[in-house]
């Protein structure tokens, strides 16, 4: 049985010096390099402090595994299995961070028999420290989170991203889902330019519901048990189960707002996060 203490205590040590980097690093040029797409958008900052949790966490646990985001780009596999796995996104809203836009997150979820276990996520420019494990409730710098009880979609505030894919048909589907959920109406659409950020104001009763398909694992695993363990629900945008690999998400405040948005979201899907790699 893993100290799950241990691994949240460790997780938001290191998301802090990661926070400092990050922060440090704005004041600094920002060399940007580009992945899947022009819009795609990767720091040497991403890579550092990517580099600096694996290290770290090495150090603590030397059996555990890592499913990184700059460690999959630089060509690293994206399996889940069943043995301890720290999940990790360096800069969830690089885009932001190259921008100054003031939502960066640090996200670190650790799963075990690939169920997330243990969620921190560190907004480090407003300095929130988000944590969860499973079972014991989430919390914001120590205070106890909670979802809205708002179950009217008429009276909800919606999250969504459109993402780093501009291909044609994949941003007719997203504007599709956008109009049909606007039209309802809704109050609000809303988007903070990161998964983790999304989902940590879900799990604080700010917003109803995050939806957004092109995500992936490390996007929203540790987000993902904030909001379950704030008493919030997660769903595939088909309405079946959530799928950590299937790059799309519901996390939502209540089933009735999930359903509901079900009903109004144009699936797609895109390959699997654990897909094996494209040959060229
Ligand atoms: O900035 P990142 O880590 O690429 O993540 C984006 C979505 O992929 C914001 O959540
Ligand atoms: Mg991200
Ligand atoms: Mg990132």
Known sequence: MADFQRVMDHAVAVARKAGEVVREALSDDRKVMTKSSAVDLVTQTDQKVEQLIIQSVKEKFPKHRFIGEESVAAGEACILTDDPTWIIDPIDGTTNFVHAFPFVAISIGFSINKQVEVGVIYSCLEDKMFTARRGKGAFCNGEPLQVSDQTDIHQAIICTEFGSNRDPEVV???????????????????????????????????????????????DFAAGSLMVTEAGGVLMDVDGGELDLMSRRIIAANSRTIAERLVKEIAPFRLPRDDAPPQKQ
Not at 176 to 193: E, F, M, W
Not at 196 to 215: D, F, P, R, T, W
């Open 172 to 218: 007719d589907k997203m504007f599709c889902s956008l109009r049909n959920i606007l039209s309802l109406p809704v109050q609000g659409v809303r988007g903070a330019g990161t998964a983790a950020i999304n989902m940590c104001l879900v799990a604080s009763g700010c917003v109803e519901a995050y939806y957004e398909i092109g995500v992936h694992v490390w």
